[in-house]
């Protein structure tokens, strides 16, 4: 049986989509694929964040524990990175007290003693002078930096990962599907076609449906030429 070379491009196409579906239902076992990348949310948190034994006794809610249990949900939630990023710095920012902003300050590059100052007066409510303003407003700046750094990497890291690991997946199903065609036919040749379908599949899957477009255009001004 042939088949016409658009008809190829989308089942290939198809098959690294069940590839990444494949992939994707890992995430029922412990967050799966989606683990890959928060490790870098994860460093940048921990370098703003101080850990303190305390926290692990009285499960506070603005502890660094806490604020990673509760980023790490929304990473594997799948939540938009821009909310993600959001609240992580409200959580950030949350921490921010008189203890806690040496670390912060070495973290973000800001003077240390002006930012204590900040984190002193925003417990108070007494009003910041203009060098305090301008400190904690380059501490925002940075902040958002750092966190956008961190979750750019990790997501990078995930997508990856993800498409790494989609690979031996859609191989191992082009082999399973070209074995349930030809049965007792199967072969050298079957499974080396199969192969080089599995392995096309995870780049092809997400412009299948434009490359199939642009094979049959091209097919189209083809013909008119002929004529």
């Known amino acids: 049986m042939t088949l016409d070379l ?53 499960a506070s809610a603005l502890g660094r524990e806490s604020v990673l249990a509760t980023l790490r949900a929304n990473w594997l939630n799948g939540m938009a990175l821009a909310d993600q990023k959001s609240i992580a710095k409200a959580l950030v920012k949350l921490n921010l007290t ?17 930012l204590a100052s900040v984190a002193a007066k925003l417990v108070t409510g007494a009003a910041l002078t203009q060098q305090e303003t301008d400190a904690y407003g380059r501490f925002d700046l940075l902040l958002s930096a750092l966190l956008d750094q961190g979750y750019q990497r990790g997501d990078q890291r995930y997508r990856n990962s ?11 199903l082009a ?42 255009a091209g097919a189209k001004v083809a013909q008119a030429w002929k004529k």
């Open 98 to 114: 008189a203890t806690s902003a040496a670390g912060m300050a070495a973290a973000t590059g800001v003077d240390p003693a002006l």
């Open 175 to 216: 082999v399973l599907g070209a074995l349930a065609i030809d049965g007792s036919n199967f072969g050298a040749a079957s499974a080396g076609k199969a192969v080089i379908a599995g392995l096309l599949a995870t780049p092809l899957a997400p412009v299948a449906k434009d490359l199939s477009s642009a094979i049959q």
């Open 162 to 172: 993800a498409k790494l690991v989609a690979i031996p997946v859609a191989v191992g």
């Open 6 to 58: 658009t008809t190829i491009v989308l089942a290939i196409g198809s098959l690294g989509t069940a590839a990444y579906g494949v992939v994707d239902a890992s995430k029922g076992f412990g967050g799966g694929m989606s683990n890959f990348g928060f490790g870098d949310i994860k460093k940048v948190i921990s370098s703003l964040i101080p850990f303190r034994p305390e926290d692990s006794v009285s």
